[in-house]
């Protein structure tokens, strides 16, 4: 309540509102340009199905992941970043991949779903493996190993038991129903080495908060 509070006073104060927009100019072109991003995206792709929010929420979801890539690179530094997070996202999408791309169940059932929304989950899991990269490798002496010590194979292990057991049927595949299923349940828990690491820093990365809010609001459409 303090925060927005404090947005407001800033919002009477033009001054002080002139200083906000300057301090969070980077920001606020990005989710402009995102917006129109999503407005092109709707009208070229969109047929009006209600299916079009999950190609939406994939839209979303693709953003965020560039966003945190570009952050990276910009700073030279993937310091906040946690990569047992990332690691998750390039297996759930790579699962997500193999029960879509050869497969037309899960698919939306307007035009997005011819091409777009299996483009949009390949440049995805392209873009978290450049972000793995830039962890593991390219800057490494960034990388805060010390407190990004969540196990993953805790999330990825349960998921894929559950999945086995508790999946749809709409490839009528058992291999391609589970690496669906699967790829849902890790992406309900995946984000917990971050929030992990959140805890042990005992600080957060404003650019890793708006991942985080994006991918929340990614899933808000699907759920709806």
């Known amino acids: ?24 100019s980077s920001s ?12 092109i995206f709707y009208h070229l792709f969109s047929d ?5 929010l999950l190609t939406l929420s ?17 700073n030279k530094s993937c310091a906040g970043v946690s990569l047992k997070m990332m690691e998750c996202y390039v297996v759930l999408n790579t699962s997500r991949l193999i029960s879509i791309v050869p497969f ?15 483009l949009v989950e390949a440049v995805s899991l392209f873009i978290n493996c ?3 990269y830039l962890c593991r490798y390219k800057y ?9 010590i969540f196990n993953n194979l805790f999330l990825i292990i349960p998921a894929f038991v559950i999945a086995i057991f508790v999946h749809p049927s709409l490839n009528s595949f058992l291999p391609a129903d589970v690496a669906w299923s699967f790829a849902l349940y890790l992406e309900s828990v995946c984000v917990l080495p971050q929030l992990s690491m ?25 759920k709806n």
């Not at 490494?140 to 990004?148: A, H, L, R, W």
Request: glycine fraction near 4%.
């Open 104 to 118: 037309e169940g899960y698919l939306p059932y307007d035009k997005s779903g011819d091409w777009l929304y299996q």
């Open 198 to 222: 959140f805890q042990k820093e005992g600080k957060v990365a404003a650019f890793t908060t708006h991942f985080l809010a994006s991918q929340a609001f990614s899933k808000c459409h699907t």
């Open 48 to 52: 009006g199905d209600f299916s079009f």
């Open 28 to 39: 606020i072109k990005i989710y402009c340009f995102f917006l129109l991003l999503v407005f």
């Open 140 to 148: 490494k002496n960034t990388y805060d190993s010390t407190n990004d």
């Open 58 to 74: 994939s839209v979303i979801s693709m953003f965020s992941f560039l966003m945190v890539f570009l952050k990276i690179e910009m």
């Open 130 to 132: 450049c972000i793995v």
């Open 1 to 24: 309540m303090k925060g927005v509070n404090d947005f407001f006073r800033k919002v009477n104060d033009a001054e002080k509102m002139k200083r906000y927009l300057s301090d969070h």
